[in-house]
């Protein structure tokens, strides 16, 4: 059977909702416009829905030239989708500090209402530089504010696999989303991901830089914000624990750069 892409999906915002896409480019640090936003708080640290699973209920949408950020119950907020900002910052990602820039009071206000904490939308310029581990992803591979790498692939069967463990105990199938993938393949076997060297799919070439150790991000419904753990997460850990964590899903970066659209080929070498 062949291999061949199922899903894309964008993440503009770090922690809220992605878009389903049925064509992207692959950039030097990802899917154009992956994570290139992120919430920070007044130390400008990065938040995410570790902490505040609530961001999930963020929607995101890509209309023309411009952000647009909406949640239930509240209107919402349109921003450039390339601002110029207000002012050079140094945020911090994980170990990462970087350049990025303020570029909205309104949609400072918008996210701290709604999410009930004092934060602020912030964005990483063409200029800024941040690099994957290089004992990974190898010497100055680009990433956004990606957690590390600068896509995430996962595939069909290896969900599946995990669903037949859930519902083999009772508990509810859980959909992709909990895993918030970049790409979704069908036509391999369940966790062949963990055996990838280099991807070629449309006319890019992506290579894989280490397997994605999972958190409890995945034990949050990522319709409603509501954490409903421990699942899945308990049963990944009863056998896909590693050095790397509790795995699912391979990091890629990027070795060219290219447009891949769902339901491409992937040749894998």
């Known amino acids: 059977m062949p291999i061949t892409v199922s899903a894309l999906n964008v993440y503009p915002v770090k922690g809220l909702k992605g878009i389903a896409l ?8 990802g899917i154009e416009h992956d994570r290139r936003w992120m919430v920070v708080d007044k ?32 209107g919402d907020v349109r921003l450039e989708l390339r601002p ?3 002012g050079n910052l140094r945020v911090q990602v994980w170990r990462s500090v970087c350049d990025a820039v303020s570029v909205s009071q309104q949609a400072d ?11 602020a939308l912030t964005y990483m310029p063409d200029e800024s530089k941040r690099f994957s ?7 100055a591979k680009r990433v956004g504010f990606a957690d590390g790498y600068a896509y995430l692939a996962t595939s069909e069967a290896s969900l599946a696999d995990l669903n037949a463990k859930l519902l083999a105990k009772d508990h509810p199938a859980v959909p992709m989303n909990r895993f918030r993938p970049n790409i979704v393949v069908k036509g391999t076997t369940p966790w062949a991901e963990d055996d ?39 049963t990944l850990a009863t056998f896909r624990d590693s050095p790397f964590g509790i795995r699912f899903g391979m990091n890629l970066v990027t070795l060219r750069e290219g447009t891949v659209r769902v339901g491409d080929a992937v040749e894998l070498s």
């Open 133 to 139: 581990n290089p004992d990974f992803g190898g010497e």
């Open 43 to 74: 130390d400008r640290q990065f938040i995410s829905q570790r902490e505040h699973p609530k961001m999930a209920t963020v929607w995101t949408e890509i209309e023309g030239d411009a952000l647009v950020l909406s949640a239930p119950d509240v």
């Open 196 to 234: 990838w060297r280099v991807l070629s799919l449309g006319s890019a070439m992506l290579r894989a830089a280490k397997p994605c150790g999972r958190c409890q991000v995945t034990t949050t419904d990522q319709t409603t914000g509501e954490v409903r753990g421990p699942e899945p997460l308990a």
């Open 22 to 29: 049925t064509e992207a480019r692959c950039t030097d640090r």
């Open 84 to 86: 110029h900002g207000r």
């Open 109 to 119: 206000e918008w996210l701290s209402d709604y999410l009930g904490l004092d934060c």
